[in-house]
Nanobody
Framework: QLQASGGGLVQAGGTLKLSCVAS????????KAWFRQAQGKEREFVAT????????DYADSVKGRFTISRDNAKNTAYLQMNSLKPEDTAVYYC???????????????????WGQGTQVTVSS
Protein backbone atom coordinates (compact mmCIF):
# COMPACT_ATOMS: atom_id res chain seq x y z
CA GLN A 1 0.00 0.00 0.00
CA LEU A 2 3.04 2.26 0.35
CA GLN A 3 5.85 2.30 -2.19
CA ALA A 4 9.12 3.93 -1.13
CA SER A 5 11.75 4.95 -3.64
CA GLY A 6 14.65 7.34 -4.17
CA GLY A 7 17.37 5.63 -2.22
CA GLY A 8 20.86 5.13 -3.55
CA LEU A 9 24.57 5.63 -3.01
CA VAL A 10 25.79 9.14 -2.26
CA GLN A 11 28.94 10.70 -0.86
CA ALA A 12 29.02 12.34 2.54
CA GLY A 13 27.63 15.84 2.31
CA GLY A 14 25.36 14.91 -0.57
CA THR A 15 21.59 14.94 -0.91
CA LEU A 16 18.81 12.48 -1.65
CA LYS A 17 15.04 12.81 -1.79
CA LEU A 18 12.92 9.82 -0.87
CA SER A 19 9.35 9.42 -2.05
CA CYS A 20 6.53 7.37 -0.62
CA VAL A 21 3.55 6.84 -2.91
CA ALA A 22 0.37 5.53 -1.35
CA SER A 23 -2.34 3.43 -2.91
CA UNK A 24 -4.64 3.77 0.09
CA UNK A 25 -7.69 5.98 -0.30
CA UNK A 26 -7.82 9.35 1.46
CA UNK A 27 -4.07 9.42 2.10
CA UNK A 28 -4.48 13.03 3.21
CA UNK A 29 -6.19 11.67 6.33
CA UNK A 30 -3.07 9.77 7.36
CA UNK A 31 -0.21 10.88 9.53
CA LYS A 32 2.98 9.89 7.67
CA ALA A 33 6.39 9.04 8.98
CA TRP A 34 9.82 7.79 8.01
CA PHE A 35 11.81 5.28 9.99
CA ARG A 36 15.19 3.74 9.26
CA GLN A 37 17.08 0.61 10.16
CA ALA A 38 20.82 0.31 9.92
CA GLN A 39 22.39 -3.10 9.62
CA GLY A 40 22.52 -4.79 12.99
CA LYS A 41 20.48 -2.10 14.69
CA GLU A 42 16.86 -1.61 15.63
CA ARG A 43 14.53 0.42 13.48
CA GLU A 44 14.41 4.04 14.61
CA PHE A 45 12.20 7.05 14.09
CA VAL A 46 13.34 9.71 11.60
CA ALA A 47 10.50 12.14 10.95
CA THR A 48 6.73 12.52 10.97
CA UNK A 49 4.19 14.91 9.47
CA UNK A 50 0.76 14.99 11.03
CA UNK A 51 -2.38 14.61 8.99
CA UNK A 52 -4.10 17.79 10.04
CA UNK A 53 -2.13 20.99 10.15
CA UNK A 54 1.01 19.37 8.81
CA UNK A 55 3.11 19.87 11.91
CA UNK A 56 6.38 17.95 11.85
CA ASP A 57 8.74 16.28 14.26
CA TYR A 58 12.27 14.99 13.75
CA ALA A 59 14.79 12.80 15.45
CA ASP A 60 17.57 14.87 16.97
CA SER A 61 20.10 13.14 14.72
CA VAL A 62 18.50 14.52 11.55
CA LYS A 63 17.07 17.81 12.75
CA GLY A 64 18.18 20.67 10.52
CA ARG A 65 19.30 18.31 7.75
CA PHE A 66 16.16 16.36 6.79
CA THR A 67 12.75 17.71 5.82
CA ILE A 68 9.53 15.69 5.63
CA SER A 69 6.76 16.96 3.39
CA ARG A 70 3.67 15.75 1.58
CA ASP A 71 1.69 16.33 -1.58
CA ASN A 72 -1.84 15.18 -0.89
CA ALA A 73 -2.86 15.65 -4.52
CA LYS A 74 -0.21 13.11 -5.51
CA ASN A 75 -0.79 10.78 -2.54
CA THR A 76 2.90 11.12 -1.79
CA ALA A 77 5.12 11.87 1.17
CA TYR A 78 8.75 12.93 0.82
CA LEU A 79 11.93 12.98 2.84
CA GLN A 80 14.50 15.50 1.65
CA MET A 81 17.88 14.55 3.06
CA ASN A 82 20.71 17.08 2.96
CA SER A 83 24.23 17.04 4.38
CA LEU A 84 24.16 13.28 4.52
CA LYS A 85 26.56 11.48 6.83
CA PRO A 86 27.84 7.88 6.76
CA GLU A 87 25.80 7.23 9.90
CA ASP A 88 22.64 7.94 7.88
CA THR A 89 23.25 4.69 5.99
CA ALA A 90 20.19 2.49 6.49
CA VAL A 91 17.07 1.08 4.91
CA TYR A 92 14.44 3.80 5.06
CA TYR A 93 10.79 2.90 5.53
CA CYS A 94 7.72 5.03 5.12
CA UNK A 95 4.74 4.44 7.36
CA UNK A 96 1.27 5.86 7.81
CA UNK A 97 -1.75 5.71 10.03
CA UNK A 98 -5.15 7.38 10.31
CA UNK A 99 -5.18 7.23 14.09
CA UNK A 100 -1.85 8.36 15.46
CA UNK A 101 -1.93 9.95 18.90
CA UNK A 102 0.38 12.95 19.03
CA UNK A 103 2.41 11.58 21.93
CA UNK A 104 2.90 8.28 20.10
CA UNK A 105 3.86 9.62 16.69
CA UNK A 106 7.53 8.71 17.02
CA UNK A 107 6.81 5.06 17.82
CA UNK A 108 6.62 2.28 15.23
CA UNK A 109 3.57 0.77 16.92
CA UNK A 110 1.54 3.88 16.08
CA UNK A 111 1.64 3.05 12.37
CA UNK A 112 -0.25 0.25 10.67
CA UNK A 113 0.63 0.81 7.01
CA TRP A 114 4.24 0.30 5.90
CA GLY A 115 6.24 0.45 2.72
CA GLN A 116 8.92 -2.01 1.68
CA GLY A 117 11.98 0.15 2.37
CA THR A 118 14.61 1.80 0.22
CA GLN A 119 18.36 1.55 0.80
CA VAL A 120 20.37 4.69 1.46
CA THR A 121 24.14 4.34 1.53
CA VAL A 122 26.41 7.26 2.37
CA SER A 123 30.10 6.83 1.68
CA SER A 124 32.79 8.72 3.54
Amino acid sequence: QLQASGGGLVQAGGTLKLSCVASVPSFNAYTKAWFRQAQGKEREFVATIRRYGGSTDYADSVKGRFTISRDNAKNTAYLQMNSLKPEDTAVYYCAASRSVILSQSTYQRAYNVWGQGTQVTVSS
